[in-house]
């Protein structure tokens, strides 16, 4: 075990500084989706205000004046909220958060592998190749909840095993706590316990099961505990918008027969320029292959659980794909549920090829493997620490323009002030670079007239126009905000 865990946490390491963490990790939400990781952010900042778990709040104050509002459970972001209150750093401790979760749960996907290989520098391997996928590598130590979900699915893996291995409640237990956790903070990951919990059900009906712990009622009680803790917090997030007329959260399907033929050909097109790179790195690519060829090979001594596993599992990606079709042209951060398909496939993967190879032939395929994987993760992590100091677009923004509030509260601009943003169309980017509530183009559009103004003005006590670009100073403006109060770092703040 020591040396599994001395291996694993070289690796570690080695991908960390590779993927340039020592960067990433000072970083506010920056590059590919920094709509969505300020969305996690502000949540976050909010908590470590107000630590009322029950009360999620960002920045946005939408139409109603009211800004909250959640998307999934938010303990990720009450966490961090509380690091900052209560220790004050690092700067961001949801990066920290999702960094801590990757180490532990692919050091349980590696001590899996270890317990069928019996080779610590295999099973460390093992785990390195499937850490060299840019999407993992990347949304990891990042603000956005789809990674640490992932991570959790691994970690119950490793309880299932235990489980069987000691015949122990308390292991299944904890396997339908990760699992719980993992739906509730991102109803996608439901794939693989789906699989999972239908496997045992169609194997008590074959009467294949041994042991008193899958034989026993403890699975029924904990499928159920499973179930019922995610419908809850679902019901929880549905009701907690609704009451708070909140309008940011979505959670609308893209089926793939919602388009035509010609849309579905764009579609895939965008998939394979940027979703696929982004999915997998070329060494993870080539060790499935392999994996893959193995597990069809030896799809005759399988067993009953693997391959009726194998085949739920990839039955319910293919569902989600042709689901959320369209959603994975550009939202790469979606398809990380479907990693659950890579890391079922490793396992099996090299297990078979030791049936058939020497240690030493896999060990060296594994290698090269992971080498070539910290290449490509090297290189897309590369392009998007570009990305984020220098945007292609003036709608994101880079780290310098996130401001402290030490800098607002010296040019006489309150915590309570509420800022209009017109030139964001993200809820909570714009405001969050500033530390203070308000509106943003998401809520109003292109398009704000004198009344819109007025209304917020004296109804919901706007006092502050932030803008980049000065240009969109037009007369409008001018006449509600005519005075100018900061100019700094590409910020200019304008006040009644």
Known sequence: MFRYSFYFTLIFCVSALVNRYDEWLSLPPSSIHQWRQADGAALAWHYAKVPAFSEPTQFSLFRTGDAHAVGELPILYWLSGLITRHIGTPEFPLRWIGLLLVFVSFWAFGWLLLQYTKSPSLAALGAGILLTSPILAYYGP??????????????????????????????????????????????????????????????????????????????????????????????????????????????????????????????????????????????????????????????????????????VVLGACIAFILIWFRMLREHDYYAICLMVLPALLLLMGIRAALKRYSMKLVLYAMLFCWLAGLWHSHWLLSKRLELAYAPLSTLNLPPQAFLSDQQLSSAGIPASARVLCPEDPSPNIALLALKRQGWTAYTFGDRITSDTLQKYCFEFGLTHLALRDTLVYNELYQGFFPRQVLKTNGWNLYTL
Request: aromatic share 18%; with cysteine.
């Open 142 to 311: 990042s603000f956005l909840p789809d990674a640490p979900a992932f991570c959790l699915i691994l970690m119950m893996g490793a309880c299932l095993w235990k489980t069987d291995q000691r015949q122990r409640v308390f292991w299944l237990v904890l396997a339908g706590l990760c699992a719980s956790l993992a739906m509730m903070i991102k109803i996608s990951l439901a794939i693989l316990p789906f699989a999972l919990a239908f496997t045992w059900a169609l194997g008590c009906w074959k009467k294949r099961w041994k042991g008193p712990v899958w034989t026993g009622y403890w699975p029924v009680a904990t499928i159920g505990l499973v179930l019922v803790s995610t419908i809850v917090c679902r019901w929880w997030v549905f009701q907690y918008n609704a009451v708070h007329h909140a309008t940011y959260f979505f959670a609308d399907i893209r089926p793939i027969w919602w388009y035509n033929r010609s849309d579905i050909l764009d579609i895939l097109k965008g998939i394979s320029l940027f979703g696929l790179p982004a999915y997998a790195s070329i060494g993870l690519y080539l060790a499935l292959l392999g994996c893959c060829w193995l597990v069809w090979k030896g799809r005759g001594g399988l067993g009953f659980f693997w391959k009726n596993t194998l085949l």
